[in-house]
């Protein structure tokens, strides 16, 4: 069951209700306190490539280096952003607003509307966006 919770991509679905029944049952899920302050920022990278071959990066919209007609500059070339994914046309690789964030803020994702980004670009997790 640990493989499956720590490779699932809903860890709001598989891991969040388990530990939230631990500590409904007063039982004290193992975990280690760290200060934020000994946490390093995330590159500006890819972090995760989901099933379908969509980059989710460490970025948020703020950190974008969006160049004249809402484009975006990377190291794959000039792509532009779009805030919803039903917005990029067939067969066209974007950045759009993701799903997954902190708070209110959602990280950019890297797609192909209809195919595989990753395997078009050859990014593997941990590829640098604008490097």
Same mark, same amino acid.
């Given at each position: 069951?640990?493989?499956?919770?720590?490779?699932?991509?809903?860890?709001?679905?598989?891991? %969040? @209700?388990?530990?939230?029944?631990?500590?409904?049952?007063?039982?004290?899920?193992?975990?280690?306190?760290?200060?934020?302050? +000994?946490? @390093? /920022?995330?590159?500006?990278?890819?972090?995760?490539? /989901? $099933?379908?071959?969509?980059?989710?990066?460490?970025?948020?919209?703020?950190?974008?280096?969006? %160049?004249?007609? $809402?484009? %975006?500059?990377?190291?794959?070339?000039?792509?532009?952003?779009? !805030?919803?994914?039903? /917005? %990029?046309?067939?067969?066209?690789?974007?950045?759009?607003?993701?799903?997954?964030?902190?708070?209110?803020?959602?990280?950019? !994702?890297?797609?192909?509307?209809?195919? $595989?980004?990753? !395997?078009?670009? +050859?990014?593997?997790?941990?590829?640098?966006?604008?490097?």
């Amino acid at each position: 069951q640990e493989k499956y919770i720590t490779g699932s991509q809903f860890r709001s679905y598989d891991f %969040v @209700p388990r530990v939230a029944q631990l500590i409904l049952s007063n039982i004290q899920p193992i975990s280690k306190l760290i200060p934020i302050d +000994n946490i @390093p /920022d995330a590159p500006e990278c890819v972090w995760w490539i /989901d $099933n379908f071959g969509n980059c989710k990066t460490t970025l948020l919209f703020d950190e974008l280096k969006i %160049v004249e007609n $809402n484009k %975006v500059k990377t190291k794959f070339g000039l792509f532009p952003y779009f !805030e919803h994914l039903n /917005d %990029v046309p067939r067969n066209s690789s974007a950045f759009v607003r993701g799903s997954s964030g902190i708070g209110g803020q959602r990280f950019i !994702e890297f797609l192909t509307q209809g195919q $595989n980004t990753a !395997e078009i670009f +050859n990014i593997k997790t941990g590829d640098n966006i604008f490097a």
